[in-house]
């Protein structure tokens, strides 16, 4: 087939306006950070690593309703100039895969000469507006911004079509991220590769829209991420603030870097410009004002890059150089960067220690670190993966984590602390550590002191096999603590006997962290037993087995009614087994633990032996339940007996304290008080926050 004159006038646009902005490149850049940008723009990303995408069918025009609010908590404004088969796609999309959320749908005409007007008047559910004139994008935003009902308003391009799920990931990170201020979306074309995570500026004003055709769910743009800017071709943000904020900049007009002023004038306002890769939206390029800056409305790029200049000037000195390779630039200047590393993705809602891990993580991203976990198994573990993601964590896996050795090679100068849970992964990571990040402050998390709880395990048992494993393991692992240049214990227990065993190691607590929930239901609304804690762990076997067989049926025998709730995965044949004893439920793995954690009247802690400190008892503490434990169980935690916890080691005593406490209102509201106000003490985010300060991000 001939080639047109239309078809040959595209490619020699494309070609001038790609060769312009290479030059350009190269004089702010230079040929480094140019010849990068051209190499990925050409990589090939596999088809196993593009987006998997929804796209709805075309089809010729017919009536169709959009399943719109009246009283939205979203408005999606969308500006509209021609390009009426687009709109169409966009419309359609939201028809077909509606949001949770109450929305509604402004499209602002801004005078299109093509079947617009008249189709869009046929769509039910629309608010359709059109401007007396055309007045470019900017205009036709501000005007629909202007009609908006809802509480947040959403900018949302005509020539994109917004994936499933979309709105409502971005609101909801309104409500899981404190001092937010404006949320965009990732961008991806149509061929599933991304456009955008967010966007950069540098501090001669050019911006980069960083990603650029890579992989959508690369580890460096799959979580969540402070940006100097999102694309207004999907944003979101309070319609207060934005009308607060003056709209968008007419100063622009009729378009290019609003979007990149409002970003800067929201953080000027003392919030946060972020980045949610989760909302996902598809971008048709360029479709309204072309990609060539040298003609036509894109040419005000050009233009307004002097004008955003200006008006931003001092705040722009503190932004990366042009030349900064954009892995640097993603990351606000001076933020220090913690890498993590544990065995596997952390759990929280199987084992207390993943919880707490994942609590530090918070605690360190409230601190405004930026922070990366690698799990050893570079494993991608799904929601637990994400939920991390969702944070603000940047976490890596296979395919793109290579193993260790080469990973630490490209990414180790980048850490100002690393810190490794478990002696067993850190002995293999060590070496690496120090050649790839010398710069970085290693710290070694012991979790809890492993040569204790085996050595302890093995006095329960009598075994003196298991004590000679139990010395072997202390020797590992105190060779672990004298190789690292700091070490962190979960208790004072624990701090004591390092101090006796590694007396020249700096060793800190940094103990269960815990977000106190409350005080949950009254003693009345209460009833029966409940036990929590994952069976991978023998203290926990061993526990549960000691207190069905031997405590459970003397406190039956006197409160027959009375059932055992037992909670957590991996449950061994003989734990099983032990449903078929009346009163007991073996429930294993349950999800949400609220309504145990509000619904029982007491938590039984029954270990026998173990290390560190028991997040079974910070968790139901933590929720206003009292708890009745032995003594190993309490250990480190700073508990009174008849005060904070009841603590028996003998069978009939426990069985005892367990009668006492289920009968005694006022005794299980002074331990219920007493227990929320020990977690706050001395396991909530808040009392870790020194230490986390001082240790993992250097401010001493």
Sequence with gaps: MAMSWTDLRFLLDRGTGLARRGLISLRTRGLAASWQRVLRQFRRVPDAQRAALWLPQEQPFAPFALPTSPQPRASVVIPVYNQFA??????????????????????????????????LRQVEGLRYHRRARNGGFIAACNDGAAMARGEYVVFLNNDTIPQPGWLDVLLATFDEQPNVGLVGAQLVYPDGRLQEAG???????????????????????????????????????????????????????????????LAFAVRAAGLRVVYQPKSRVVHCEGITAGTDTGSGVKAYQV?????????????????????????????????????????????????????????????????????????????NDGRYTEDLQRMGVEVWHAPYAQR???????????????????????????????????????????????????????????????????????????????R????????????????????????????????????????????????????????????????????????????????????????????????????????????????YMDGARIAVAPLRYGAGVKGKVNLSMAHGQPVVATRCAVEGMHLRDGEDALVADDAAGYAQAVLR???????????????????????????????VRRVLLKQE
Excluded at 680 to 686: A, K, N, Y
Aim: hydrophobic share 45%; glycine share 6%.
């Design 404 to 482: 260790a050795p080469g990973w630490l090679r490209e990414h180790g100068p980048r850490f100002d602390t690393v810190m490794v849970c478990r002696h067993y992964v850190l002995r293999e990571l060590l070496p690496l550590l120090r050649k790839y990040a010398p710069q970085a402050r290693l710290v070694f998390d012991t979790v809890d002191l492993h040569y204790l709880r085996e050595r302890r395990g093995a006095e329960v048992a009598g075994d003196p096999a298991l004590a000679r494993a139990a010395e072997a393991t202390r020797k590992l692992e105190l060779d672990i603590i004298a």
């Design 661 to 691: 406490l289920y009968r005694d209102p006022a005794l299980w509201q002074r331990l219920s008080e007493n227990g929320l106000r020990n977690v706050e003490t001395h396991f909530s985010l808040d009392a870790a926050r020194e230490v």
């Design 86 to 119: 687009h709109t169409l796609a966009c419309l359609r999309a939201l028809a077909a895969r509606p949001p949770e959320a109450a929305f509604e749908v402004i499209v602002v005409d801004d005078g299109s000469s093509d079947a617009t007007e008249a189709s």
């Design 303 to 379: 233009r307004n890059r002097g004008v955003f200049a200006e008006k931003w000037r001092e705040t722009l000195d503190a932004q990366w150089p042009a030349n900064t390779p954009a892995e640097r630039a993603a990351y606000a200047r001076g933020r220090r960067c913690v890498l993590i590393v544990d065995a596997l993705v952390p759990q929280p809602d199987r084992d207390s220690g993943s919880l707490r891990l994942v609590n530090l993580m918070r605690l360190l991203l409230e601190e405004g670190a930026q922070v990366v976990f690698l799990p050893a198994n570079r494993a």
């Design 484 to 595: 690292s240049d700091a070490t962190f214990v979960v208790s004072e227990v624990e701090r004591s006997l390092l101090a006796q065993d590694a007396p020249q190691a700096r060793v800190d607590i940094l103990s269960n962290l815990h977000r106190v929930a409350g005080a949950g239901r009254a003693f009345e609304q209460r009833r029966d037993l409940v036990f929590v804690g994952g069976f991978r762990h023998p203290p926990n076997v061993d526990a549960v087995r000691w207190f069905a067989t031997e405590v459970f049926p003397l406190i039956r025998a006197e409160l027959p009614e009375l059932r055992f709730h037992c909670i957590g995965a991996d449950a061994p044949p003989e734990i099983a087994a032990l449903a078929a004893q009346p009163g007991i439920e073996i429930l294993g793995h349950v999800p949400d633990l609220d309504p």
């Design 199 to 261: 966007g950069i500026v540098f501090a001669d004003a050019s911006g980069w829209n960083y990603g650029r055709f890579d992989a959508p769910d690369h580890p460096r743009y799959a979580f969540l991420r402070d940006a100097d800017y999102c694309s207004g071709a999907a944003i979101a943000l309070p319609t207060a603030l934005f009308e607060r904020l003056g709209r968008f900049d007419t100063r622009y007009a009729p378009a290019y870097y609003e979007d990149t002023d």
